[in-house]
């Protein structure tokens, strides 16, 4: 057989191979991080008529520059969006892109991200899933545990009557965030139906009529990694075009011709049903009750599985339900390095990690310390929580009460109903620190903690249906917390264990009114501490006084919310 096979290769070119259903060794994805981290809620981002005015947008991009990549002038131009919006999408493309080699994940501040731009290619994807919709979230199933952290009263309830509807859906429900398992169904769902128009925008049109007229060449075909991957747990992602006997064996210097659209679009289809299948067999309708399907369906009866605190190489790990206690976790304590915190209450959390992705999700009254992250992280539906990270990017959505404490490197990013929040410049420290904000790309010299850019109050990615007259509605923004009550987060050395590195500490340098409130809060101190040092009391007046004190420092700890860290004094 391999001889005949042989000679019918020296008889005629060879022909692209029918597509094959993959061995169940291996399975199509999504990747997760352009349906979390890549969706932006701007109106002129999203295209209501499929291929139709994306196609025009292809031909308009590619003309204007011969190396395929678009800069941050010719992408405002072209979509008729102001410059700072147009690097909004720059800026989040690049924190999901799956290219490691493209230049654009090797620039450091603005002005290198604005030159460079982004591939016409996968910014044409980016666009595409605009329209994605995400998994609407489900009321936890166990209403008595969530009474207990939940109370049946808060701040907010006395304001629910000056709400407005779009408000009033979010407020009367507690929503949880969907499984692993339930949105990855979702998202293949999704690409189920609108692969054939992605693979639209990367061919190339020839002569052929019909399937035949649109072809793939391999290096258009790479960029569908900006969606999907090849693997399973415990293996190393495998490129795209290995995973295809389109393009397996394909010789750089002499690539493979391009093939029939058509016939991609086929062996696609079959991949996504055979992971769907997979799923399918793994999930048990009694874990995971109904099944899914694409967004632009209904989906407001989607089961949703118990979340546990787990991890996969080929998924975030997992801290959740953590109530009125903490929780401390080292790199070594995590796989992968993504990490999603969710409803978590009353609690301290310390995540003192290096980390690409993050996300902190229905959590309340807590304070949360996330290392480094390198790539996004995302705080969604908290209340009164405190959170302190050094990142590259952060987006805020949804939150009231909220403080965060920011080491950012890009503008943060508001969008949602929020109300109510606070932020302030990075205000902590552990030993490693300096080498986990190394190690993923965070630069100490750069904190725009202060540029919040707030986008629109509805996000039309979620699944709630809006009332009319506030899609135009912008969000609420964040006020500065007063340097006067600005206050240091101290990280107990013993948490890290036998760990330790050469921070000794903030490496974001304060802002001068926050430096000189610092300095002025330590020099009171000093006065202070002298002044009892140097008092002649006797011993009764001692005694008052240091009572004294005492209540005082108990009001200022339930009234800053550093309470909680006591939790972790108490719990060790």
């Known amino acids: 057989m391999e001889d005949s096979s042989s000679a019918a290769a020296d008889d005629k070119p060879l022909e692209p191979q029918p597509p094959t259903t993959p061995t169940s060794a291996y399975h199509l994805h999504p990747r997760r991080e352009p349906f979390e981290h890549g969706l932006l809620p701007i109106p002129k981002l999203t295209f209501t008529d499929g291929v139709q005015t994306l196609s025009q947008l292809k031909s308009a ?73 995400r998994l609407l979230p489900k009321g936890h199933r166990d209403s008595a545990s969530v009474a207990d952290v939940w109370p049946s009263t808060s701040a907010f309830d006395g304001f629910l009557s000056a709400l407005s509807p779009l408000q009033l859906v979010r407020s009367n429900s507690r929503r949880f965030i969907p499984s692993q398992a339930d949105e990855e169904v979702h998202q293949l ?73 058509s016939q991609v679009l086929d062996w696609l289809l079959q991949s996504i049903s055979s992971t769907q299948e997979h799923i399918a067999d793994r999930i048990t309708p009694k874990e995971n009750g109904p099944s899914s399907s694409d967004q632009d369906v209904q989906m407001a009866d989607v089961g949703t599985t118990s979340l546990k605190p787990s991890s996969s190489p080929r998924g975030p790990s997992f801290i959740e339900g953590v109530s009125k206690s903490s929780c401390v976790k080292q790199a070594s304590d995590l796989k992968g390095t993504s990490v999603k915190v969710v409803n978590c209450h009353e609690s301290v959390i310390y995540i003192l990690a290096p980390l690409k992705y993050a996300t902190v999700y229905g959590c309340s009254d807590a304070t949360i310390v996330i290392g480094a992250v390198g790539k996004a992280i995302r705080v969604e539906h908290c209340e009164r929580v405190h959170l302190i990270t050094a990142a590259r990017r952060i987006c805020i959505a949804n939150c009231r ?161 550093n309470i909680r860290q006591l939790y972790c004094l108490h719990g060790e």
């Open 61 to 133: 991009l590619l003309s204007s520059n011969s190396d395929h990549r678009v800069n941050l002038e010719t992408l405002a131009r072209v979509l008729q969006i102001p410059i700072e919006q147009a690097r909004l999408i720059i800026e989040t493309i690049s924190s999901v892109l799956h290219d490691q080699s493209d230049p654009l994940l090797k620039a450091g501040v603005s002005r290198e991200i604005d030159a460079i731009g982004v591939n016409v290619f996968d910014l044409l994807i980016f666009l595409y899933i605009q329209s994605y919709k």
């Open 189 to 261: 769902s999704y690409l189920q139906k609108h692969i054939g128009n992605i693979l639209s925008l990367l061919a190339d049109s020839t002569e052929g009529e019909g399937d035949d007229s649109l072809v793939l060449s391999m290096d258009k075909f790479e960029h569908l990694g900006f969606l999907v991957y090849f693997g399973e747990k415990g293996i190393a992602k495998i490129p795209l075009s290995q995973s295809t006997q389109f393009f397996a064996n394909s010789d750089p210097d002499m690539p493979a011709a391009p093939v029939p659209a």
């Open 401 to 561: 009460e909220c403080v965060f404490f920011l080491g950012v490197n890009q503008q943060p990013l508001i969008l949602g109903d929020n109300h109510k929040l606070q932020v302030a410049p990075y205000n902590t420290f552990y030993s490693q620190l300096g080498e986990h904000m190394n190690q993923v790309g965070v630069d100490p010299n750069i904190n725009r903690w202060d540029e919040s850019l707030v986008l629109g109050a509805v996000d039309p990615h979620d699944s709630l249906s809006h009332p009319a007259g506030v899609s135009d509605a912008q969000a609420e923004s964040a006020t500065h917390v007063d340097p006067d009550q600005f206050t240091d987060l101290v990280i107990p050395n013993w948490l890290e264990g036998e760990q330790s590195g050469s921070t000794k500490d903030n490496p974001f340098p304060l802002p001068d009114t926050y430096l000189a409130s610092k300095q002025k809060k330590a020099k009171s101190l000093e006065e202070v501490k002298q002044i009892l040092k140097e008092s002649q009391l006797e011993e009764n007046r001692k005694r008052e006084l240091s009572s004294a004190l005492h209540s005082c420092f108990k009001d200022w700890l339930y009234a800053s919310g």
